[in-house]
């Protein structure tokens, strides 16, 4: 069996390999629950950072995070010399490229790939040990792009090494054009403060309008207001695989996610709210396009949502990053509810690899 991956060598080095073989003091760039999560994983290989700096605006005289001081980098920098600098936190757009790309020319910076909830992480022994699904995935994304942008992100989750994720930094995250090429009903799962509501209208339209799902409240209120004009229907609830209620964690704005926390919230399958099995939406609408970013929800919409998508064939855009297995485990759930369909990945410019998107365009029309 060939050691490599469609072309990514096998010997790519791991983030612990690459930092006992260079041989530099290790500092943590940033605090929070990023650096406690960077040390717990350094210390598990044996590996026991020096220090933590921050951005020069952020350090306070006196400031520590657990047993270091917190200091800025110039002064790091005029004792060590030469550092391996760790990212605990993340960072997008133009802010990634103003504090990242000076630190990577002067120093070695890696990215530990922690998924945004759940254990584990999609590393290196663990891809290959998933090599046939990935390759599975790789094969079925339909342009060059695509391809490249997943080799991209495959061999960031392997190194943590940011440079890949450079590497196709602007424009890389434009839907493909048949996902806005409906008259239909778009659904809007995780619709936040409306924002990607009013953005999918502004880009298509010919649709009927959206439906747009979200179970925090104060998001909620947000959602509501800023898509009142608008050809808009909110729904205050989470979707997932089944009818009811769950339990809901409530941070302020982005980030709420379910099984966690007192509140209790209405989740609901959309099959059952587009009233399968029916083809048609209940106001006789098709569903011509579904958009789901779930805060690790992402698959059990999909459980949710399969005779839905079996039988309209919408167009399914779907966030691929909060859990470790996202990368692979949604694509390949994705070809099988609809698999005559193509395939395409997107991400925007963002550090760790957030914000990763597949997408699905039906090739076949919907069941009569």
């Given at each position: 069996?060939?050691?490599?991956?469609?072309?990514?060598?096998?010997?790519?080095?791991?983030?612990?390999?690459?930092?006992?073989?260079?041989?530099?003091?290790?500092?943590?760039?940033?605090?929070?629950?990023?650096?406690?999560?960077?040390?717990?994983?350094?210390?598990?290989?044996?590996?026991?950072?020096?220090?933590?700096?921050?951005?020069?605006?952020?350090?306070?005289?006196?400031?520590?995070?657990?047993?270091?001081?917190?200091?800025k980098?110039?002064?790091?920098?005029?004792?060590?010399?030469?550092?391996?600098?760790?990212?605990?936190?993340?960072?997008?757009?133009?802010?990634?490229?103003?504090?990242?790309?000076?630190?990577?020319?002067?120093?070695?910076?890696?990215?530990?790939?922690?998924p945004?909830?759940?254990?584990?992480?999609?590393?290196?022994?663990?891809?290959?040990?998933?090599?046939?699904?990935?390759?599975?995935v790789?094969?079925?994304?339909?342009?060059?792009?695509?391809?490249?942008?997943f080799?991209?992100?495959?061999?960031?989750?392997?190194?943590?090494?940011?440079?890949?994720?450079?590497s196709?930094?602007n424009?890389?995250?434009?839907?493909?054009?048949?996902?806005?090429?409906?008259?239909?009903?778009?659904?809007?799962?995780?619709?936040?403060?409306?924002?990607?509501?009013?953005?999918?209208?502004?880009?298509?339209?010919?649709?009927?309008?959206?439906?747009?799902?979200?179970?925090?409240?104060?998001?909620?209120?947000?959602?509501?207001?800023?898509?009142?004009?608008?050809?808009?229907?909110?729904?205050?609830?989470?979707?997932?695989?089944?009818?009811?209620?769950?339990?809901?964690?409530?941070?302020?704005?982005?980030?709420?996610?379910?099984?966690?926390?007192?509140?209790?919230?209405?989740?609901?399958?959309?099959?059952?709210?587009?009233?399968?099995?029916?083809?048609?939406?209940?106001?006789?609408?098709?569903?011509?396009s579904?958009?789901?970013?779930?805060e690790?929800?992402?698959?059990?919409?999909?459980?949710?949502?399969?005779?839905?998508?079996?039988?309209?064939?919408?167009?399914?855009?779907?966030?691929?990053?909060?859990?470790?297995?996202?990368?692979?485990?949604?694509?390949?759930?994705?070809?099988?509810l609809?698999?005559?369909?193509?395939?395409?990945?997107?991400?925007?410019?963002?550090?760790?690899?957030?914000?990763?998107?597949?997408?699905?365009?039906?090739?076949?029309?919907?069941?009569?």
């Open positions: 069996m060939a050691n490599d991956l469609f072309g990514l060598p096998f010997e790519l080095r791991s983030l612990p390999e690459t930092l006992k073989n260079a041989g530099l003091p290790v500092y943590l760039y940033g605090m929070g629950d990023g650096a406690d999560k960077a040390l717990a994983y350094l210390d598990a290989h044996g590996i026991h950072p020096r220090g933590v700096f921050a951005s020069e605006d952020f350090v306070r005289p006196g400031a520590h995070f657990r047993s270091f001081p917190v200091e980098l110039s002064d790091v920098e005029a004792r060590e010399g030469k550092i391996a600098a760790i990212l605990c936190f993340g960072t997008e757009g133009e802010e990634a490229e103003r504090l990242l790309r000076p630190l990577m020319e002067r120093h070695l910076l890696r990215v530990p790939p922690f945004v909830y759940g254990e584990g992480m999609l590393e290196r022994e663990r891809l290959f040990a998933r090599k046939t699904d990935a390759e599975r790789y094969g079925w994304l339909s342009d060059e792009l695509s391809r490249a942008l080799r991209d992100v495959l061999a960031f989750q392997m190194t943590g090494d940011p440079a890949f994720l450079f196709h930094w424009g890389a995250d434009v839907p493909p054009k048949a996902y806005f090429s409906h008259d239909g009903l778009h659904l809007d799962v995780g619709a936040y403060d409306g924002e990607t509501a009013r953005d999918y209208l502004a880009r298509n339209p010919r649709c009927k309008g959206v439906w747009a799902f979200e179970p925090n409240e104060a998001s909620f209120r947000k959602l509501c207001i800023a898509t009142a004009p608008a050809k808009v229907r909110p729904f205050h609830a989470a979707c997932g695989d089944r009818d009811g209620t769950v339990s809901l964690s409530a941070p302020h704005g982005r980030g709420t996610h379910l099984g966690e926390g007192e509140g209790r919230v209405r989740v609901c399958k959309l099959d059952t709210v587009c009233s399968y099995p029916t083809v048609n939406a209940p106001n006789g609408e098709a569903v011509g579904l958009h789901i970013d779930a690790g929800e992402d698959a059990n919409v999909l459980y949710g949502s399969a005779n839905l998508i079996t039988s309209c064939r919408p167009c399914v855009g779907i966030s691929a990053y909060h859990r470790a297995g996202d990368l692979l485990d949604l694509p390949l759930l994705l070809k099988r609809c698999y005559r369909s193509e395939l395409f990945f997107r991400k925007k410019p963002c550090v760790p690899a957030w914000d990763t998107e597949f997408y699905l365009i039906p090739t076949i029309k919907p069941i009569e």
